[in-house]
């Protein structure tokens, strides 16, 4: 007992030891953004003292939009300009509308063009406090339903999160391909998700293993289904900034598009693996003699249940995020035939497809390895 402890001790130390490493490396020379003394665009946080001037309209043609400016009173409250009181005006727009009152704060772009020249105009609304309290919530939630479960859940989430930043996008940056760097991300950060839940056994060893099959198989669907219909990252919306980043730095575009897709179907793809890894464990455990034939049959059952809501959490989740885009391109009744051709639907085709094939595929893969890892113990323990 003493010995499993202190090899599990090292393992996590090791392993800490080799992402602190990797973290270092993937950061190293990272993209910083500078100012100096005379010149620089910095985004600061300001509180409004009072509203000045009044001289918005309340635009009836545009669901009530507001029209006009205000001249606004404000007090910057970070960055090196903190504690300067300043005089600035806020224009409205249907497009741009931050609708804000005496002692609101806001988020203020300050651009300066001289030793202590600046000038400063409003941004957007200050979401930080809504962000942090957003997350608060989720923590609570999590913490109330879960427990302890809970709480490692959010952990597991936190490490995933941090990885995709500190990690997965430095390592891209840098010139490593996305999709093999995808891929590995995802299959550590599952490993970790489910060690966090399970700890070291049969159950999360399948759902591991299930998970990243899911993914695998998502990646070389859409790789295919890209490559046949000429869909790359270059038809995406942000292709021209991407190319413009592309001239000061060694990232490879071609795979971010698949990249993306893998990252979007991680989720279902881990919770289905949960799901069915589980359900075996139980099914193991209210009989243990049961066989692989026996378990991998009740894993697919269970599986064909949730893979329909699963693919179809997915397909809604793009579909509700393309809702805009949609929207737009129906109102120009354009025909089936050029809606389907289009850059924007194809790509959008592909993503959901993948990914949901993805999810599909993950369920023999778990109910398979499930099965193979609880009927091959049982016939060891015999």
């Known amino acids: ?34 100012i100096t003394e005379n ?3 910095e985004y600061e946080t300001a509180r409004v003292l009072s509203v000045i001037e009044d001289n918005t309209v309340v635009d009836k043609t545009v669901e009530n939009q507001k029209k006009g400016s205000t001249e606004l009173k ?35 772009r300050i651009d300066t063009s001289a030793e202590h020249t600046y000038s400063v105009s409003i941004y ?5 406090p809504l962000t942090i309290g ?36 430095p390592l891209i940056y840098k010139g490593f391909p996305a999709i093999p760097v995808t891929i590995a991300i995802i ?18 060893t399948s759902a591991a293993l299930g998970s990243l099959a899911g993914v695998l198989i998502a990646a070389i669907l859409g790789t295919v289904s890209a490559k046949l219909g000429g869909v790359t990252t270059f038809q995406m919306d942000e292709a021209e900034a991407l190319l413009l980043m592309k001239s000061t730095s060694a990232v490879k575009l071609s795979g971010l598009f698949i990249s993306g897709i893998l990252i979007a179907a991680m989720g279902a793809v881990m919770d289905i693996a949960m799901t069915i890894s589980s359900a075996i464990e139980e099914i193991h455990l209210a009989n243990n003699k049961a066989g692989f034939k026996e378990l991998f049959r009740s894993g ?65 893969c778990v109910a398979a390895v499930g099965a193979y890892l609880y009927s091959n113990h049982y016939l060891k323990k015999k």
Request: glycine content about 10%.
């Open 1 to 34: 007992m003493r010995k499993e402890l202190i090899i599990k001790i090292v393992s996590v130390l090791v392993f800490m030891a080799l992402s602190i490493g990797v973290v270092i490396y993937a950061n190293t020379d990272r993209p910083r953004y500078t």
């Open 39 to 41: 010149s620089g665009t």
């Open 74 to 108: 404000i007090k910057i409250l970070t960055g090196r300009y903190k504690s300067d009181v300043c005089t600035v005006t806020n224009y409205y727009s249907s497009l741009y509308n931050v609708d804000v009152k005496k002692g609101d704060t806001v988020s203020v």
């Open 124 to 128: 957007n609304y200050n979401r930080i």
């Open 134 to 169: 957003l997350v608060i919530v989720f923590f609570a939630v999590l913490l109330l339903m879960g427990g302890k479960q809970g709480l490692k859940a959010f952990v597991g989430l936190l490490y995933t999160v941090l990885a995709i930043f500190f990690v997965l996008l």
């Open 187 to 204: 299959f550590v950060t599952s490993a970790v998700c489910f060690l966090l839940i399970g700890g070291i056994c049969k159950k999360t």
């Open 300 to 364: 697919m059952n269970i599986g064909k249940d949730a893979m329909g809501t699963m693919a179809n959490t997915l397909i809604l989740a793009y579909a509700g995020g393309a809702l805009n885009m949609m929207l737009l391109i129906y109102s120009y009744g354009v025909s089936f035939i050029q809606l389907v051709n289009t850059d924007f639907v194809a790509i959008e085709i592909i993503r959901a497809i993948a990914g949901s094939v993805g999810i599909i595929g993950t369920v023999p």
